[in-house]
C-alpha cells in the first residue's frame, strides 16, 4: 500500500514536469512563428516599397535604363564599400598628416575631372575616398598682406592668428616668456610616440618654425645684432638645439645653406641668393652629429646623417633611431636630384615604426605657382597610394593655399566680387576666371582612420592643433597595451 501510495506521488510530480516542459517549449514555438512572420510582412513591405537594404540587393524596383546601369554599377559597389567598411579601434595608435601648401578646393575642383585635351589623364585621387572631410576657415580673408608664419602657428599651436602677430613683435620678448608654446610635435614627443617632419621646402620653412621653433627668422645672417647679442635663437639653431628639435626621430628636407655656412654648390643644388644663409662659422650639423654622439654614450642609439639621394636609397632606415636628411642648399625644388617625396615618406616610416610606441610623422608638400599642379597631385596620390593600410593609423590631408590673397580690410574679396557681377560679367571670361581663382579660399581636410569622426563641418583654424592634441591625449595610453 505504501508502494502504491510513493509511485502515486512520483506520477504527479512527473506530470507537473511534464507540463511545464510542454508550456516553455509551446511558449518558444508560438515565438518563433511571430518572429518568422514580422520578418516575412517586413521583407514584403520594403520590396514592394522600394526600402530595400542596398548591400542585399543590386537595385530598387523599378528598372533603370540600359545607359545608367553601368553607373549604378559603381555606385551600389561604392555603397557596399562603404557599409563594409571596418570599425577598428576607437582612438589610433599612429598619426600621418600630410600637408599640402598652394592648394586649396578651387585646385582639386579643376583637377579632379580631365580637360577635352587630357581625357585619358583623369586621376581617382586618394583622399576623395576618405569618409570625413572638415572646411578650416581662413583667417586671413581679412588681412593684407597674410602673415603665413601666423597661419602655421594656428595650425600645429593651436594659437589664433592675432595672438599669434602679437607674439611676434620682438624676438627679446619671445625669449623670455615662460609659457612656451607647445606644438602638437612637442605634445606627441611628452605623450611617448615617435615623431618625424618631412618637406620639400627648407627644413627653417614656416610650417618648421611653427613646429619646432618660436622665431621670425630663419637663421642667424638676416637677425638683427641686439636680438643675437640678447640670446635670441633663429629657427635653424632651434631645430639643432630645440628640445623638439633634439627629440625628433626624422627629419628630412632642405635647407642646408641656414644651417652651415659652407656647403657644396653644384649646378643641380646651387645656394639660393634669395634665402637666408648661415654666419660665419656655423656648422650646425656636425653640432647635431656631435649632439647625437654623447647621447649614445649615455644611452646607446644608432643615428645618421644623409645629404644625398642616393644614401637615402641604400638605407636600412629601420635600424636607426635617428636620421637626419638635408636634401638641398635650399628647397628641395629647386634641386632636381632631391629624392622623391615617397622615398622619403617610406624611409620615414621605416625609422618611425615599433612594436612597442605610436608614432606621429608629419609630411609636407609645397607646391608653387612655376610647377606642374597636376603632376605634383599624382605624386601625392602615388605617395598615399603606396602607404601601408593601418587599422590603428589616423590619415589626415591637409590641402592650405600658402600664397595667400589679400583682399580689402573692410569685406571679404568674395562679397566685393559679388557686388561687382554686373561689370564683371561684362569682362573677358580670361578676366572673369582670374577673379575667381584671387578668392580666399577655406583650407580642406580630409579624415581616414581612427577618430576621423572629429574632422566634420566649417571649422577654426585653431581647431586642427586641438582635434590633435585630443587624439594624441588617448594615443598615449594606445601605445601602451
Not at 575642383?109 to 581662413?138: C, G, I, M
Not at 597674410?146 to 600645429?156: E, K, R, Y
Not at 584671387?438 to 582612420?449: C, D, K, R, T, Y
Request: charged share 25%.
Amino acid at each position: 500500500m505504501v508502494t502504491s501510495q510513493r509511485t502515486k506521488d512520483i506520477c504527479r510530480k512527473v506530470r507537473l514536469k511534464s507540463t511545464q516542459v510542454f508550456i516553455v517549449a509551446g511558449t518558444c514555438l508560438i515565438t518563433v512563428m511571430i518572429t518568422l512572420l514580422c520578418i516575412g510582412f517586413m521583407t514584403r513591405y520594403e520590396v514592394e516599397n522600394e526600402v530595400a537594404n542596398v548591400a542585399d540587393v543590386e537595385y530598387w524596383k523599378d528598372k533603370v535604363a540600359a545607359s545608367q546601369k553601368i553607373w549604378y554599377d559603381k555606385g551600389i559597389e561604392e555603397l557596399n564599400e562603404a557599409l563594409r567598411m571596418p570599425a577598428g579601434p576607437i582612438y589610433p595608435r599612429n598619426l600621418r598628416i600630410f600637408v599640402v601648401q598652394g592648394i586649396d578646393g578651387r585646385h582639386l575642383a579643376s583637377h579632379r575631372f580631365p580637360s577635352r585635351e587630357r581625357s585619358q589623364e583623369n586621376t581617382n585621387f586618394v583622399w576623395d575616398r576618405y569618409p570625413h572631410l572638415a572646411r578650416l576657415k581662413n583667417s586671413c580673408s581679412q588681412r593684407s598682406p597674410c602673415p603665413v608664419g601666423s597661419v602655421s602657428q594656428a595650425f600645429w599651436s593651436g594659437l589664433p592668428l592675432e595672438k599669434s602677430l602679437e607674439m611676434e613683435t620682438e624676438c627679446r620678448q619671445m625669449d623670455n616668456q615662460t609659457d612656451t608654446l607647445l606644438s602638437v610635435l612637442r605634445q606627441a614627443q611628452l605623450a611617448g610616440l615617435r615623431t618625424g617632419f618631412v618637406t620639400t621646402q627648407r627644413l627653417t620653412g614656416a610650417t618648421g618654425a611653427a613646429l619646432y621653433g618660436n622665431s621670425p627668422y630663419e637663421c642667424d645672417e638676416r637677425m638683427p645684432l641686439g636680438f643675437l647679442q640678447s640670446g635670441c635663437q633663429d629657427v635653424a639653431r632651434q631645430l639643432i638645439s630645440g628640445e623638439t628639435g633634439k627629440s625628433l626621430n626624422v627629419i628630412i628636407g632642405g635647407g642646408r645653406q641656414m644651417l652651415s655656412r659652407l656647403v657644396p654648390q653644384t649646378k643641380y643644388d646651387p645656394v639660393d641668393e634669395l634665402l637666408c644663409q648661415a654666419g660665419e662659422g656655423r656648422n650646425l650639423l656636425k653640432e647635431w652629429r656631435n649632439q647625437k654622439l654623447r647621447q649614445s654614450k649615455i644611452k646607446p642609439i644608432r643615428f645618421d646623417l644623409i645629404q644625398r639621394t642616393d644614401e637615402l636609397e641604400s638605407l636600412n632606415a629601420s635600424r636607426y633611431d635617428h636620421l637626419m636628411g638635408v636634401m638641398a642648399n635650399g628647397d628641395l625644388s629647386g634641386n632636381p636630384k632631391a629624392p622623391s617625396l615617397n622615398l622619403m615618406v617610406d624611409k620615414s616610416l621605416e625609422v618611425l615604426e615599433r612594436k612597442s610606441q605610436g608614432y606621429l610623422l608629419i609630411v609636407e608638400q609645397v607646391i608653387q605657382k612655376k610647377m606642374n599642379t597636376r603632376r605634383q597631385l599624382q605624386i601625392l596620390n602615388e605617395t598615399l597610394n603606396g602607404l601601408r593600410k593601418d587599422m590603428d593609423t589616423l590619415t589626415l590631408v591637409l590641402f592650405t593655399n600658402g600664397v595667400y590673397s589679400q583682399p580689402s580690410l573692410d569685406v571679404s574679396e568674395e562679397t566685393e566680387t559679388i557686388s561687382y557681377l554686373s561689370e564683371i560679367f561684362n569682362e573677358q571670361e580670361i578676366r572673369v576666371q582670374e577673379r575667381l581663382q584671387q578668392m580666399p579660399s577655406e583650407s580642406l581636410v580630409f579624415a581616414q582612420g581612427p577618430r576621423s569622426t572629429l574632422f566634420v563641418g566649417v571649422q577654426n583654424e585653431t581647431f586642427l592643433a586641438h582635434a590633435i592634441a585630443h587624439v594624441l591625449s588617448r594615443s598615449k595610453l594606445v601605445s601602451k597595451l
